[in-house]
């Protein structure tokens, strides 16, 4: 059999192969990884018209793969790689806010948004700007046609409020 008939290669030699690299690196899916790697080393070899080079196909092919098996190995030594036990996956803690929480968070969020609208409009509009939106005080200032201090001074009566009814929540 030629090395350039790949597709009868794989069809002949493929499972073997991959046994071969199963029982050498004692891991099923790295096996079929450099199984493929090994079929796609001898397409390049026969590309680069070497495929008469090759007198025994089916040792070439083992050789191919040892070498990657060899390879992979000595990549592992000096990048080891921890893998994790699946078994303990369920004991990993998450952080989800409980349906309490999440109950929890917005009802202050309703909250602070009734205590925001018991702001005049501008204040009320250029918290939004700032504090939801994003923008700078510059870049609301300059939106709005005012001062960067007057921004700044929306801004802290907003908290101020919004940080006093919440106190009074509390009480």
Partial sequence: MAIT???TLFLSHQRELQIYLTRLLRDADIAVDLTQETFLRVTEHA??????????????LYRVAHNLAVDHVR???????????DSNLGTIPHNAPSPEQIVGDQSELDFVRRALDELPEKTRNIFVLVRVEG??????????GI????????I???????M???GKKGT
């Fill in 5 to 7: 008939d790949i597709k």
């Fill in 47 to 60: 590309r680069q018209n070497k495929s008469n080079d090759v007198t025994h196909v089916r040792s070439y």
């Fill in 75 to 85: 990549a592992q030594k000096r990048n080891p790689v921890n893998r994790a036990d």
């Fill in 135 to 144: 923008l700078t005080y510059h870049q609301a200032a300059k939106r709005l």
């Fill in 147 to 154: 001062s960067d201090s007057s921004v700044q001074k929306h």
């Fill in 156 to 162: 802290a009566r907003a908290i101020t409020h919004v």
């Fill in 164 to 166: 006093a009814r919440l």
